[in-house]
């Protein structure tokens, strides 16, 4: 099969709908900041979509976790329950607040907080569980949800991945009290830069948009009793959202679409697959993910691929050993054995059968070449 001529990017939008319709309404109508029609119709839309009762638009996915931790009333002294496999946003939210991330392992199978670890990291100051849903495949929910019953504790789901994932049919961000999601450019919707903050109390809610609008007080003019921040996403960026967020059937149908499409296509391939882990939910696959059977071989399959034109990018590496977090005595054999084999292969919608078969048949030759201990991408 012939090389690309382009490369192909590990992620692109697809923008096929009302985008520009809806965009250029906001110009003609100069409502492009943080007031005008599309804000309200996003964000009712989302809310309808996940199945939570309110929902307010934000300027980011990072954000929408500060503000709910915001709402929560988490500070200093409390402790937060994160799993070390996830994207540093969040267990930085937590720091933001003043609290104290506390890691746990993740499941080999699932990638997902295992529930037994989060049990076993309970103590006294423990205030709130943050779960991730990871790459599109939900956490356990039922499990993780007694949990915090039985400890009288918050839960704080991250679906900045997961948007369309479901557990037990019920869609992510609503089994807790609050979430969290993102629109970035990478994610199955977009609205360039966005998130959103999901809920089902109208307490909770209050607290986001009053937070979110640099704590302006309802009943006076400019008069501000809290110190807020100004997090709040603007017009032009929920207009593309609607727009979005009317394809996001069509859009998750080919997020599915391709990784089927990989699964036939790295029949015989040497690698590890991250496939649903559990039975009645469904993996939106937001990156499709494989794992290679040697840490030392990742890197070079990754340059390899960048050297026949297509992008990857690593699985994350586990917070725990990032310098600010990094604590000698830490240890999560799972997460890190998972962080040093990962690649995420290109995952976006409009990807082809063409392009897929092109990747596999890279990546086996790839693999084939890095099994020689004494190769390296420098040498040829």
């Known amino acids: 099969m012939v090389k690309a001529t382009q490369p192909i990017p590990v992620y692109q939008p697809s923008l096929a709908g009302n985008e520009k319709v809806y965009v250029n309404e906001c110009l003609d109508s100069t409502w492009i900041s943080s007031k005008g029609k599309y804000l309200p119709l996003f964000e009712n839309a989302f809310a309808a979509y996940v199945g939570a009762r309110y929902a307010t638009a934000v300027c980011n996915g990072t954000v929408a976790l500060h503000l709910a931790l915001l709402a929560l ?11 070390t496999l996830t994207y540093v946003a969040s267990a930085n939210a937590v720091t933001y607040v003043g609290a104290t991330p506390v890691f746990v392992d993740v499941e080999p199978e699932s990638w997902q907080m295992d529930p037994q670890e989060v049990a076993a990291k309970l103590t006294p100051r423990t205030r709130a569980i943050l779960v991730v849903h990871l790459y ?9 949800g007694e949990l915090a019953r039985r ?14 994932t479901r557990f037990h049919g019920q869609h992510v961000g609503t089994f807790g009290d609050i979430a969290t999601f993102s629109f970035y450019g990478n994610k199955l919707i977009t609205t360039g830069e966005g998130g959103m903050v999901v809920t089902n109390s109208a307490a909770l809610l209050e607290r986001c948009n009053h937070y979110k609008g640099q704590g302006l007080a309802a ?4 008069w501000h009793d809290v110190v807020g921040y100004n997090y709040r996403m603007t017009n032009i960026c929920a207009a593309i959202g609607l727009a979005q967020l009317e394809r996001i059937d069509e859009l998750l149908a080919k997020k599915l679409q391709v990784a089927e499409m990989y699964d036939e296509a790295l029949k015989g391939v040497a690698v590890m697959r991250h496939r649903p882990s559990y039975p009645d939910i469904l993996h939106s696959y937001w990156m499709y993910t494989i794992l290679v059977a040697e840490a030392r071989q990742r890197d070079m399959v990754r340059a390899l691929l960048w050297e026949a034109g297509i992008d990857t990018r690593p699985t994350f590496s586990p917070v725990h050993t ?3 977090y990094a604590q000698a005595s830490q240890r999560y054999p799972n997460a890190e054995w998972i962080g040093a084999r990962g690649i995420s292969l290109p995952s976006y919608p409009d990807l082809t059968g063409k392009e897929i078969a092109y990747i596999a048949e890279q990546l086996a030759q790839a693999l084939h070449r890095a099994k020689d ?6 040498s040829g």
């Open 322 to 324: 990032m310098p600010m």
């Open 136 to 144: 599109g495949h939900p956490a356990n929910m039922q499990a993780i």
């Open 73 to 83: 009333g988490l500070g200093p002294g409390d402790e937060v329950i994160v799993p």
């Open 219 to 222: 009943e006076r003019a400019y």
């Open 373 to 378: 201990p004494t190769y390296s991408p420098a």
């Open 151 to 164: 400890h009288g504790l918050w839960v704080v789901e991250d679906c900045a991945e997961a948007i369309g």
